[in-house]
């Protein structure tokens, strides 16, 4: 499996941006996709995850600012942020982990793609 993300950058606090990962290979339906993010000297920290019924989970502090979306017929996955804070500035990686009550165990990371803040 690999994933493709895309479309972090530069933008002002206030702002927003788009991200979007492409997963390709054999993928698993009922894979959950998502996106994590780290930010310097920090620990890698879930942003939001979507199941492949389209349910999703975000971080608290970020459910009223961003939005998760999950395309399953073209295996991609996107994340709309909006009212962007300097905080929020960090890599970012899509991921897509067997659900919960699955035998089967696997967890794939993409490259990261960077987002920045500015105040």
């Known amino acids: 499996v690999q994933l493709q993300a895309s479309g972090g950058g530069l933008v002002q606090a206030g702002g927003s941006l788009r991200l979007s990962c492409a997963a390709s290979?054999?993928?698993?339906?009922?894979?959950?996709m998502g996106w994590y993010r780290q930010a310097p000297g920090k620990q890698r920290e879930l942003v939001a995850s979507?199941?492949?019924?389209?349910?999703?989970n975000y971080a608290d502090s970020m459910k009223d600012r961003f939005a998760i979306d999950r395309d399953n017929a073209r295996n991609t996955v996107t994340l709309q942020m909006d009212r962007l804070k300097p905080e929020d500035t960090a890599v970012y990686y899509c991921n897509l982990k067997n659900p919960r009550w699955s035998y089967q165990k696997y967890n794939y990371w993409g490259q990261g793609t960077l987002v920045t803040v500015s105040s």
């Open positions: 290979g054999s993928i698993i339906t009922s894979s959950v």
């Open positions: 979507v199941t492949s019924g389209g349910t999703p």
